[in-house]
């Protein structure tokens, strides 16, 4: 297993991007459109390169989070398909004059991810793209759901590890609409706080200017699992948190990671808390 982990980390293993579905923008407003709808400044995204962002409601409530990608003449935009319903309205709501059309793409494809920054050498069929998705330098590759890969691929349980190792939360198991982008994701890999007007910015931005969230997601570390997820996070006889996620250490030395969102006063790295009983401690602020 850890030499499973070596090779994703050292980019000879790809990630599988599970649960993700994908829309096409098309249009010469296409930019334009989607830089007043997320976080990201996605007029600055280059052709062969992906970013990630999220989508919000006035208040500043994520609607879901996305991955950009500009393949030179369109905007594909991929997201959990939990949100394939209610976010594709929400990114068609304000196209009103726009030259923006939004499709499903002619052919399904299968997403994997390499943690490398030198650009694989993969066949014609593959788009590759440039991509921090796992807010690392790396690269999302797609291929149509008929070929098979040619290079390895990580089970499950490594996936899981890396995911929540690297701090990337799953939308509907450590963050949901109750969530706004700061208490997740970090400004350097999410948020722009430079470019234009977007649903949002108000609120994001006085956030920004106040300093700080109420709480924030944070990687934690225990010796003994929790029976049933999610699961209070106790400090000094109260709750300060839930874990979300958790997975076993690939090293066999009885430790376990998880995710979970932990109110901010008591997020700080080496904080010990109370998790069903045992003890746990803060190792760092994802955001």
């Excluded at 930019?31 to 062969?48: A, C, E, F, H, S």
């Excluded at 701090?167 to 994701?185: L, Q």
């Excluded at 999410?190 to 944070?218: D, H, N, P």
Aim: aromatic share 6%.
């Amino acid at each position: 297993m850890i030499e499973e982990i070596q090779s994703v980390m050292q980019g000879k293993t790809a990630l599988p991007i599970h649960g993700r579905e994908r829309l096409i923008f098309s249009g010469s407003d296409r930019t334009r459109y989607l830089n007043g709808q997320t976080t990201n400044d996605v007029g600055k995204l280059k052709p062969g390169h992906a970013l990630h962002a999220t989508v919000c409601t006035a208040k500043g409530k994520m609607h879901g989070e996305i991955m950009i990608t500009n393949d030179g003449e369109r905007l594909l935009v991929d997201f959990p398909d939990s949100l394939s319903e209610t976010l594709t309205m929400r990114l068609e709501k304000y196209i009103i004059a726009d030259d923006v059309e939004i499709q499903p793409p002619q052919e399904r494809k299968s997403g994997y991810h390499l943690m490398t920054e030198r650009a694989p050498d993969v066949p014609q069929d593959v788009e590759c793209y440039t991509s921090t998705r796992f807010q690392r330098p790396g690269y999302d590759l797609w291929l149509p759901e008929s070929s098979r890969p040619n290079f390895p691929v990580a089970g499950t349980d490594i996936s899981e590890w890396i995911r929540i190792l690297c701090g990337i939360p799953r939308w509907g198991t450590d963050i949901s609409e109750n969530n706004m982008p700061p208490e997740a994701y970090p400004e350097l890999h999410t948020i722009s706080y430079r470019k234009g007007c977007y649903i949002g910015q108000e609120v994001i931005a006085r956030i920004k200017s106040i300093g700080q969230v109420k709480k924030l997601l944070c990687l934690l570390q225990g010796t003994q699992p929790p029976a049933a997820l999610p699961v209070e996070v106790i400090r000094e006889n109260r709750k300060v948190g839930l874990i979300t996620s958790c997975q076993h250490t690939p090293d066999q030395d009885g430790k376990y990671l998880a995710l979970g969102m932990i109110q901010t006063d008591h997020s700080e790295p080496a904080t010990e808390y109370e998790v069903a009983g045992c003890i746990w401690w803060s190792i760092r602020r994802c955001n």
